[in-house]
């Protein structure tokens, strides 16, 4: 057994903690805030990121090393069943997204889709409306109903959400899958009436609505699985709530460079103010 002095020990129980320790300390600190104040989700990337947009800077490793010391890390998505009900119609409409799910500004593409969770009351219905260019929720609803109620709820919410800040949607692409609710009546003319174009993917494949499917996959395990069971429609209605506010205005998301989607969407409307004082900052969307 190795040999101490008493005064080594001593010494070394009275010195005071070093810079390092110190720093690592304060920084564990904000790195705790940070990830629980984001559903407990973020992962080494976006805590990493987060912890610069608020102005404390530090090296990716670092936060590597201390989330796991703390035994923090990101959520990990599962696999969802698909749940689309194909509509017993035949539907002609177009498939004019054919997988690709990119768009040049705001309002150009939407899309749309459904899914189900289970609470202790019985299942709620969740209808999603998502815009392509910033992957911002611009229209949700939860229902107990499982037919076009919930969805067309989310479309007028979408509608109306970028009615009222002066946004047009005349034509802008809207694409779901060949569920029943997309099919009826109500949702195809509401659409028309808004001066919106539907396209639909090929019936039960989720790569033609794959965006739709990623923010499922997001949802159900950033909050259906981490804050879970849920009691009734009131208790998730609440929650999902919160949840879309958080998601627009503050989680970061990785397709649109680590910002929120309100952030992005702003930014974008900010450099096309700027272009017609005289400043070519984006290009044409003609």
Known sequence: MLQVAPSTYYA?????PSLRSR????????????????YGVYGV??????????????????????????????????????????????????DLVERSFSADAPNRLWVADITYIRTFA??????F???VFSRRVVGWQVSKSLRAGPALDALEMAVWNRAHVGRRIDGLVHHSDRGVQYLAVRYTQRLAEAGAVASVGTTGDSCDNALAEAFHSLFKAELVRNRGPWRNLDHLEIAVAEYVDWFNHRRLHGEIGLVPPSEFEDSFYGQRVGSTEGEALVPSLQ
């Open 12 to 16: 070394a129980k009275s010195r005071a």
């Open 122 to 127: 019985g299942w709620v219905c969740a209808a």
């Open 23 to 38: 720093t690592d300390e304060a920084t564990t600190e904000k790195i705790h805030t940070v990830h629980a104040d984001n």
């Open 129 to 131: 409306v998502i815009d």
């Open 45 to 94: 990337r976006k805590v990493h990121a987060e912890l610069d947009r608020q102005g404390h800077r530090v090296a990716r490793c670092t936060v590597h090393r201390l989330m796991k010391r703390a035994g923090l890390r990101g959520i990990t998505r599962g696999k969802s069943p698909r749940t689309t009900v194909p509509g017993p119609a035949p539907d002609t409409r177009p």
